[in-house]
């Protein structure tokens, strides 16, 4: 059964740091691209960071470039996202997300729970 679980949300003031956690299990976690979307009252699901299967590229959207980071470790199947110097416009539902590469091209989506984040003072 495949799982993502995100963790860390809750309530922050504006300047504030959250660190979001996503435990992934029932799938290849080495072999799947891992990002966070979030999405906001009223609006659509947008990408905020993605990384790669090894790691190494990362992509940010501009509005969290320079405050948000994103990693991952392989050996604990996890992947996180470090949020800082927060901001009332940041306040969402993150969703961890996992494309998995499987055999003959094929490619599996995967979805978690969502976490609240809310910046307010």
């Known amino acids: 059964q495949v799982q993502l679980v995100e963790s860390g949300g809750g309530l922050v003031q504006p300047g504030g740091s959250l660190r979001l956690s996503c435990a992934a299990s029932?799938?290849?976690?080495?072999?799947?691209?891992m990002s966070w979307y979030r999405q906001a009252p009223g609006k659509e699901r947008e990408l905020v960071a993605r990384?790669?299967?090894?790691?190494?590229?990362?992509n940010y959207a501009d509005s969290v470039k320079g405050r948000f980071t994103i990693s991952r470790d392989n050996t604990k199947n996890s992947v996180y996202l470090q949020m800082n110097s927060l901001k009332p416009e940041d306040t969402a539902v993150y969703y961890c997300?996992?494309?998995?590469?499987?055999?003959?091209?094929?490619?599996?989506?995967?979805w978690g729970q969502g976490t609240q984040v809310t910046v307010s003072s």
């Open positions: 029932g799938f290849i976690f080495s072999r799947s691209v």
């Open positions: 990384i790669s299967i090894s790691g190494g590229p990362t």
């Open positions: 997300n996992a494309l998995m590469f499987g055999s003959l091209a094929s490619k599996y989506d995967y």
